[in-house]
């Protein structure tokens, strides 16, 4: 019972998030946040995202520089006004304390970006993002059989982006 207790103080923890914020931000800036402020694991994030997109508490949105990014339904909106009251009243102060003296930062630091979305034929489709200074590096579309297989795509980037961004250029230029 605590179990799925914990689970659902998470979730609206997310949405809590998603709605102070008031605009559509990616999945590693939600992790972002959360983990910056709280004791919750990236993989936990990302499974309870797919759990409120699934449940239509959040929505996923494709911005015009092929960013995806997740924002609040009206669903998830009423949700948490319902139920806000069992998210701490610290948390909730400390959150909203922390988004509104690091918003531009939030936006701003955010450079590796590693997302994924279920395809209709069941397949993850991974996309993986280097920024610098708002200028894309590397852009890496891979399509995975499972879910667990995409989350581990994005936990390896987010890790080590830099090995791997120059592992993947090593291979790319070397001659034969």
Not at 64 to 69: E, F, L, N
Not at 116 to 135: A, F, S, W
């Amino acid at each position: 019972m605590l179990n799925t207790q914990h689970q659902a103080e998470d979730k609206l923890i997310i949405l809590y998030v998603l709605n102070k914020i008031k605009t559509g931000i990616t999945r590693e800036q939600v992790a972002f946040i959360i983990i910056e402020n709280l004791q919750m694991s990236y993989f936990d994030i990302q499974l309870y995202i797919d759990n409120l997109i699934e449940d239509d508490f959040i929505r996923l949105y494709q911005m015009d520089d092929d960013k995806t990014v997740v924002a609040i339904t009206a669903k998830g909106r009423e949700t948490l006004n319902i139920f806000e009251k069992d998210i701490p009243a610290y948390i909730r102060e400390m959150l909203e304390l922390y988004i509104s003296q690091n918003r531009d930062r939030i936006f701003r630091e955010v450079k590796v970006i590693g997302n994924y979305t279920k395809n209709t034929d069941g397949d993850y489709q991974v996309q993986l993002k280097l920024h610098e200074n708002n200028i894309v590096l590397m852009e890496l579309n891979i399509n995975t059989p499972s879910q667990k297989q995409a989350l581990n795509i994005c936990d390896n980037w987010k890790n080590d982006t830099q090995n791997l961004y120059a592992s993947i250029i090593k291979l790319l230029t070397q001659t034969s």
